[in-house]
């Protein structure tokens, strides 16, 4: 097997990469700040600042009106996908903590797209399959607890619309995938993998974009 690439990431290429990229406004500039200065050591749960435009970019793509977020943290990724959003589309934003999305309740009203969030502070199971039954949901963007993974999966897709696209983030989980006998996480990322790979009613792909992203895209 070659690799078709094998440009390394440095700091200056991962700031060009930024500065030629659509720039993030001065709310999610500001909640993007704030997280890391209020929570330092839970910082890294925050979506990439690439993947905000990048999620964005998807809901236009798609012309989603109709999102579940799994795994919502302070809300950058949810306010990035819900200024992406067309009049009347609504984002359903699932997760435990009130204390983290305190933060991002505020950064949602500042932009102006609070009334497109619905967010839900319960386990996201339990939230999924409270959820109507039929396919309605046109994007899905799960980042939450590694070990549920599997769980949501199989809660989203039968209500995935024909069309519709679950993007997973942390798929490589920092290389870890790779062990064959590791156990944690990277071994339940592991298994997720393998399970969206056999799974014949989504066509998916993963990129080696932030830490593995997943797109997947549910069949007609």
Same mark, same amino acid.
């Given at each position: 097997?070659?690799?078709?690439?094998?440009?390394?990431?440095?700091?200056?290429?991962?700031?060009?990469?930024?500065?030629?990229?659509?720039?993030?406004?001065?709310?999610?500039?500001? *909640?993007? %700040?704030?997280?890391? +200065?209020?929570?330092? &050591?839970? !910082?890294?749960?925050?979506?990439?600042? @690439?993947?905000?435009?990048?999620?964005?970019?998807?809901?236009?793509?798609?012309?989603?009106?109709?999102?579940?977020?799994?795994?919502?943290?302070?809300?950058?990724?949810?306010?990035?996908?819900?200024?992406?959003?067309?009049?009347?589309?609504?984002?359903?934003?699932?997760?435990?903590?009130?204390?983290?999305?305190?933060?991002?309740?505020?950064?949602?009203?500042?932009?102006?797209?609070?009334?497109?969030?619905?967010?839900?502070?319960?386990?996201?199971?339990?939230? *999924?399959? %409270?959820?109507?039954? +039929?396919?309605?949901? &046109?994007? !899905?963007?799960?980042?939450?607890?590694? @070990?549920?993974?599997?769980?949501?999966?199989?809660?989203?897709?039968?209500?995935?619309?024909?069309?519709?696209?679950?993007?997973?983030?942390?798929?490589?989980?920092?290389?870890?995938?790779?062990?064959?006998?590791?156990?944690?996480?990277?071994?339940?990322?592991?298994?997720?993998?393998?399970?969206?790979?056999?799974?014949?009613?989504?066509?998916?792909?993963?990129?080696?974009?932030?830490?593995?992203?997943?797109?997947?895209?549910?069949?007609?």
């Amino acid at each position: 097997m070659t690799k078709g690439n094998s440009t390394k990431i440095t700091d200056e290429l991962y700031a060009y990469m930024l500065a030629h990229n659509p720039p993030l406004d001065a709310v999610q500039r500001g *909640l993007v %700040a704030t997280t890391y +200065e209020k929570f330092p &050591d839970a !910082a890294g749960m925050q979506s990439a600042q @690439e993947q905000g435009p990048l999620l964005a970019f998807l809901v236009r793509l798609t012309g989603a009106r109709h999102i579940v977020e799994v795994g919502t943290f302070t809300g950058f990724s949810t306010l990035s996908m819900a200024q992406a959003l067309p009049p009347g589309g609504t984002l359903i934003a699932c997760d435990v903590s009130e204390e983290w999305t305190a933060f991002g309740r505020e950064a949602w009203e500042a932009a102006g797209v609070a009334d497109r969030i619905d967010l839900r502070i319960a386990p996201a199971r339990d939230t *999924l399959r %409270a959820l109507p039954v +039929e396919p309605h949901i &046109d994007m !899905a963007y799960v980042d939450a607890d590694k @070990e549920s993974q599997i769980a949501y999966w199989e809660e989203l897709v039968p209500r995935m619309r024909p069309g519709g696209l679950i993007v997973t983030d942390n798929t490589l989980f920092h290389g870890t995938v790779l062990d064959e006998s590791g156990t944690g996480a990277g071994a339940v990322v592991r298994a997720f993998n393998d399970h969206v790979v056999a799974d014949t009613r989504m066509e998916s792909v993963l990129l080696a974009i932030s830490d593995g992203l997943t797109l997947s895209r549910k069949r007609a």
